[in-house]
């Protein structure tokens, strides 16, 4: 295959290139049915019970040996994989994360905790006061959704959380068979790749949007570049801060992206450099 069809072939299959589809005006009120439907019930009253029936599992994995605790990892990671990490399987999967989080830190999830992890791994934006365990909260979400296989981004304020959180919560993640990364400003090239194709990834907001824009650049002039960065699919944002910060980045830079950007050349020659150089400065 020629280095032109190869081309080609990578940006039809690039999912950060992929425009999302519009809505008519009947998925619109079938999503609006069916969020009706999910929220009948009071979700805070849902998310406690699951959370309490992930609590009564506590005995019976923490009996658990090593050799017996990875065999039971691997499972439930293989159903997530299949995408069938439902039910039962999913409250001895977050019940496993919450037991990896007491053998490799001594420290385990509280309700409150437990009841954040599974509101955001269902979409929802999880309010929590200060003091009740957001880092925590937020590692067991990046876990239950890289089990998956897809990339998982934590994003949080500045360089010295990118990499204190990632550090801190490493060893949960490897109980839990998962490799973690994290960028920060002074992170070279060649790391940044490395730590980007692990399966969880702590980074700024700042830096996420500058190695996009920098792929941008060089897959417009390289055919055989490799990307820094993987598809944005999942992201959990470390405080309101974090979420303004990147929708603010996206609104002056990606943004630009949308519309008829596929297989067109830079609407603004040069603009992207200047993005990347600024966040380098």
């Not at 009071?42 to 017996?68: F, T, Y």
């Not at 999913?90 to 009841?115: H, I, S, T, Y």
């Not at 990118?162 to 400003?185: K, M, S």
């Not at 790749?193 to 500058?210: G, I, P």
Request: glycine share 8%.
């Amino acid at each position: 295959m020629s280095d032109l069809a190869t081309h080609e072939l990578w940006s039809i299959f690039d999912a950060r290139r992929v425009k999302a589809p519009e809505l008519t005006p009947y998925d619109t009120l079938f999503n609006s049915f069916v969020g009706w439907l999910k929220n009948h019930r009071p979700l805070l009253r849902r998310l406690r019970e699951q959370a309490e029936r992930v609590e009564k599992l506590e005995p019976q994995i923490h009996a658990l040996g090593a050799s017996r605790f990875r065999e039971e990892v691997d499972r439930i990671r293989e159903l997530a994989r299949l995408n069938k990490l439902t039910g039962q399987a999913m409250d001895r999967g977050v019940a496993l994360a919450r037991e990896a989080c007491w053998r490799a830190l001594g420290k385990r999830p509280f309700l409150v905790q437990v009841m954040g992890a599974l509101a955001m791994y269902q979409g929802y934006i999880a309010e929590m006061a200060t003091g009740e365990g957001k880092t925590l909260t937020a590692a067991l979400t990046a876990s239950l959704w890289a089990w998956s296989g897809r990339p998982v981004h934590v994003i949080t304020v500045n360089d010295y959380l990118v990499q204190r959180d990632a550090q801190w919560n490493e060893p949960i993640y490897e109980l839990l068979g998962l490799r973690v990364g994290y960028v920060v400003h002074e992170t070279p090239p060649h790391e940044r790749a490395d730590h980007y194709r692990r399966n969880v990834v702590y980074v700024t907001s700042k830096e996420l949007v500058a190695d996009f824009l920098r792929d941008q650049i060089a897959i417009d002039s390289l055919q055989n570049y490799r990307p820094l960065t993987r598809a944005y699919e999942r992201g959990v944002w470390g405080g309101h801060d974090g979420l303004g910060n990147l929708r603010t980045a996206a609104q002056t830079a990606v943004g630009l992206l949308a519309g008829p950007y596929h297989r067109q050349p830079m609407m603004v020659p040069g603009l992207f450099r200047v993005i990347v150089d600024e966040a380098d400065s």
